[in-house]
């Protein structure tokens, strides 16, 4: 009679130690499942287009750099008794070491002809015309049409920037500051055409 009993009683653990082990087994298979399905789970991630601000004029040089020799096609402009060397948007100032700086238009410089790749944009119902960082206006004055160097409009987008800025991030924006005036990138979508730099008042947005 006891040896019965101990059959039955080690029958008895025997039975209910199997069906833990399954419960747990079913748990594991689940917990794995679990953590299966979160590995395979993907967010969508949206990435920023980011191309540098001289992009397009990247084959031109920078402003501040110093060159011994202009190109030969480059042309004298006088402006306030400095003879600078101009050629297609590009302004070379001299300097007394014999050498040249590129540098940034100076303002009241006319122009007969706009440089080539120009881009007209309108600022407060007032048209612009920019290129390398220089914004020019149409002057008409005896009939004879030329083009002035004028001061950056604020609120102007254009699409590039001479290389020669500094990069920095305020407030969670980023910055670009070329001969004093402050460029805000704005990003529009994911496109090369989709960055442009708003020229701000960092007086007002300070």
Request: charged share 25%; no cysteine; net charge positive.
């Amino acid at each position: 009679m006891k040896y019965i009993k101990f059959l039955i009683l080690s029958g008895l653990i025997l039975f209910i130690g199997v069906q833990s082990f399954d419960v747990n087994a079913q748990r594991r298979s689940v917990v794995k499942k679990e953590v299966r399905v979160k590995k395979v789970t993907k967010r969508k991630v949206i990435r920023r287009h980011h191309r540098t601000p001289h992009y397009h004029y990247r084959n031109m040089p920078r402003w501040g750099y110093w060159v011994s020799v202009v190109p030969p096609e480059a042309r004298v402009v006088r402006h306030k008794d400095v003879k600078y060397r101009y050629l297609n948007g590009v302004y070379y100032r001299p300097y007394a070491n014999k050498k040249f700086m590129v540098v940034a238009a100076p303002q009241g410089m006319k122009t007969k002809a706009l440089p080539v790749g120009h881009k007209r944009i309108v600022v407060r119902s007032r048209t612009y015309y920019y290129y390398y960082g220089t914004y020019y206006q149409k002057n008409v004055m005896k009939g004879v049409v030329s083009y002035e160097t004028t001061k950056p409009p604020v609120g102007a987008k254009v699409d590039a920037l001479p290389e020669g800025y500094e990069e920095m991030e305020l407030g969670g924006a980023i910055y670009y500051v070329l001969d004093d005036q402050y460029y805000k990138e704005i990003v529009t979508g994911d496109g090369e055409n989709d960055v442009h730099y708003e020229l701000v008042n960092m007086s007002k947005s300070s």
